[in-house]
């Protein structure tokens, strides 16, 4: 065994029972081969070399390639913008060039291609030719878009049974649900709850129609996540009554956020001609509470502000 030579190497170069003299297994293996297309071009990028999985995935003979630049593979766009020849060129530059894209087989159809590009190098690491090998991923690209269309029906689906549709706010029902999966996930946790809701907002509905009043909630619903944070949750709680929940913060903290809501939303575009201002109740909770027991101490808080002469915070 020559210097250098693998055991593997060996046993490659010796003659296999049943190959007629001369013939190289690897080659056979190459030429046979039919999940990929491989072919070998020159410097320029012309055809040397067509195996079967070639001729299977592009359409084209190994007589219709032979001598011919591998450029014929691509869309006319792709070759007008100098693609084939950028990948000939990042392939010398780096030693491979690895692009997924629609590439067109002899009878004009397009199919979904991984290619893999590699310089072929000398000894004194001038390239003298390439290798690509091609893998037609139209299936797969089909599965994944399919995949992608159920996994956007799902989202859809549960984005319409946990949201509200006017103002994209968590429902009740979510609201419930979360809060009770929040207190026993964080039960020694500081978190608090706003609850708010329009002042005279039935006055807004009769003298400028349910389109005004829609829009005064949706108004809200932008206020409130504009002035909270990404782990905030805003839940419409029914009719113009929404709660926004904040992890994390205590009373004191909550009280601010709340101010700074009441005073974003006074100063915002007035609503059906008029000034739109809030009554919001805070509520931090309680160790022991139920959801249900911490939104009464809110609701509580809500009262009081109202009692209070409105646009306020409690």
Known sequence: MRKGQSSTNKGLNRQWPGLPPGEDPFRQLVDNVRE?????????????????????????????????????????????????????????????????????????????????ITALNDADGETYGFAMITRDLTDQLRQDEELRRTQDRSRRFWNAAISDPLTGAYNRRYMFNHLRGELDRRE??????????????????????????????????TVARQVSRDSDMLFRLGGDEFVLYLPGVGAAGAAVIAQRLRQALAESAPAGGRKVTLSVGVAERKRNDTVEAWIRLADLALYRAKQAGRDRVV
């Open 36 to 116: 990929y297309a491989i072919c070998l071009m020159d410097a320029d990028g012309h055809v040397r070399s067509w195996n079967a999985g070639a001729e299977l995935i592009n359409g084209y003979r190994a007589d219709e390639m032979l001598g011919h630049s591998f450029s014929v593979l691509y869309a006319l766009a792709d070759i007008q913008r100098g693609l084939p020849q950028q990948l000939l060129d990042t392939a010398r530059e780096q030693g491979r060039a690895k692009l997924e894209g629609w590439r067109v087989r002899k009878d004009g159809t397009c199919f979904w291609a991984e290619a893999v």
């Open 188 to 221: 020694h946790a500081v978190s608090s709850l706003l609850l708010f809701d329009v002042d005279h907002f039935k006055e807004i509905n009769d003298q400028h129609g349910h389109d005004a009043g829609d829009q005064v909630l949706k108004r809200i619903a």
